[in-house]
């Protein structure tokens, strides 16, 4: 989550400072809270939240559940993590439908804070549960809002209901309770409503969506708020909460490198559940809100069961159980790679994925460094290759790997470079499904006996070169022929075209799987 990146950062550091310590003093705890205090102001976390957060955690710092503990390090970071789930609100809140559907949910907020971007988000993903949901288009202020959600419904594959252009032209609340009379008739299970918004919160906006509410009587009333704008965030909340009120938050643009931290107080300071949390600009990017698995990246403990879900959700199963019994009877191609690109393609961004791992803070320069167009080059490179040679790379000559690196926009080298890395994890694949110990690239065997395979290791089979009457083209085949005999001295080697030096951190061996490091 690159919006609470810092304030991660700070206590990730406050927190290292103090596994050096067999027993906490009070002057520990003390300059450990400090810490924690300067961290949560710097991140624009409303004072009074601060203030009694700060103060549980020392009460439970300084009691005898840290005293009694044989780590009080990490006790105080459990404490810190129950804490940070309080403010965030405790425990998950999904949606609450309608016994009687249609389901009615309104959509309020300031411009530009998300809100017709969410409602496409929210569209997508009602429709993967299996709700036919209807995009009611009750913004007629902003300048060409009902074109975007026109737009954003097209690419969620959602149906519209705008039967006014906008631009100043037309009764909001009349669209929006016409909205709810055509998702009954026409058998819409979910309405969602969005309503405009302002630059600042002003009396005419707050009474146009007190009117919206009673005339729809809506389920669920989400207010969408920047992550972004910080403390302005919490007063626009109290303000919609005083005007409208609402049932819940979306937190949106939790992608962006601001400071973020008011978006902690939201829940605390309005008593109201955030429910979703939008992670990006894809309508796919967009997860139910869980308090514990945010406390858990903000202080850099991973977010593994999303990570898991995700996986769930874009893997086949039938699929994974075929390349399970590839890799067991040495049957594993590179056409049954490019399939599992592609389905790890579908659960999204490899940072953000990377950034849910346990201790992924340690990795900030190599996640921002991580180039995603890579496994679209190494996607290339395979694709350029014909059936046959896809399942059988030692068909792979020069004159081949030249032509396929023309294909593809690559060079010999990194043709080569890919094979030699898909051979060397094949290998490894194969030993882990039969149950035995890889034997890492760089690492030598785990386990076994050192320099067993080294003679072998260090014989190299001749090779007759090309025969080619072309000069240039019989130079070039003779130098992808050589680079691909030669095996590059690489720490952890992957499916990739890069050459991280050896002792970087993991994230470069994730990193060579699909592309450059």
Do not use: C, W, Y
Not at 156 to 181: C, L, S
Not at 194 to 213: F, H, P, S, Y
Not at 226 to 242: K, L, P, W, Y
């Amino acid at each position: 989550m690159a919006t609470f990146g810092t304030l991660s950062d700070r206590l990730t550091e406050t927190f290292r400072n103090l596994r050096t310590k067999g027993k906490l003093s009070p002057a520990d705890v003390d300059g450990t809270v400090r810490e924690i205090r300067r961290a949560l102001l710097d991140a624009d976390v409303a004072l009074t939240v601060v203030k009694d957060f700060t103060a549980r955690v020392r009460e439970r710092a300084l009691g005898d559940e840290v005293n009694r503990a044989l780590n009080p390090a990490q006790q105080v970071v459990q404490i810190v993590n129950e804490e940070l789930i309080g403010i965030l609100g405790g425990q998950q809140r999904r949606l609450q439908f309608a016994k009687n559907p249609p389901t009615v949910i309104m959509l309020a907020g300031l411009q530009g804070s998300g809100k017709t971007t969410f409602a496409g988000k929210l569209a997508r993903m009602l429709e993967k549960d299996g709700h036919t949901p209807l995009l009611v288009a009750a913004d007629l202020q902003r300048p060409d809002a009902v074109g975007q959600l026109t737009v954003v419904a097209e690419r969620a594959g959602a149906t519209i209901f705008a039967p006014e252009p906008g631009n100043g032209v037309g009764d909001p609340v009349r669209v929006a309770r016409d909205g709810v009379e055509h998702a009954r008739r026409h058998q819409h299970d979910v309405v969602i409503v969005d309503t405009a918004g302002r630059l600042g919160v002003d009396a005419e906006l707050m009474k146009q969506a007190a009117d919206i509410r009673r005339a729809v009587d809506p389920d669920e009333v989400l207010f969408v708020i920047d992550a972004m704008i910080g403390q302005d965030a919490v007063n626009t909340a109290r303000a919609f909460q005083e005007g409208v009120d609402f049932t819940g938050v979306v937190l949106s643009k939790l992608d962006g490198d601001a400071r973020g931290g008011a978006a902690l107080s939201v829940a605390s300071v309005t008593g109201r559940p955030i429910i979703f949390a939008s992670t990006g600009e894809n309508l796919e990017d967009l997860e139910p809100f869980h308090p514990d698995r945010m406390a858990s990246r903000i202080l850099d403990l991973g977010d593994i069961l999303t990570l898991i879900e995700q996986a769930q959700a874009a893997f086949d199963e039938e699929e994974a159980r075929k390349v399970a019994e590839k890799l067991a009877t040495e049957q594993f191609t590179l056409e049954d790679f490019l399939e599992q690109m592609q389905q790890f393609k579908k659960m999204g961004s490899m940072k953000k994925m990377l950034g849910m791992l346990p201790g992924a803070g340690n990795m900030k320069q190599q996640l921002e460094n991580f180039d995603e167009r890579e496994i679209d080059r190494t996607e290339a490179i395979i694709r350029s290759m014909t059936p046959v040679e896809r399942r059988n790379p030692k068909l792979l000559n020069g004159s081949r790997r030249l032509r396929i690196a023309r294909g593809s926009g690559m060079t010999v080298t990194d043709v080569n470079q890919l094979v030699q890395r898909f051979d060397q994890a094949a290998k490894m694949m194969k030993t882990v499904a039969r149950g035995g110990v890889p034997n890492i690239p760089g690492m030598g065997p785990m386990g076994g006996k050192p320099g067993a395979s080294s003679k072998r290791g260090n014989k190299q089979k001749k090779s007759g070169g090309s025969r080619s009457g072309n000069p240039a083209k019989r130079a070039a085949e003779n130098a992808g022929l050589a680079a691909s005999s030669t095996t590059p001295n690489q720490a952890g080697s992957g499916f990739g075209l890069g050459r991280p030096a050896a002792g970087e951190p993991d994230l470069a061996e994730i990193q060579k799987l699909f592309g450059k490091g």
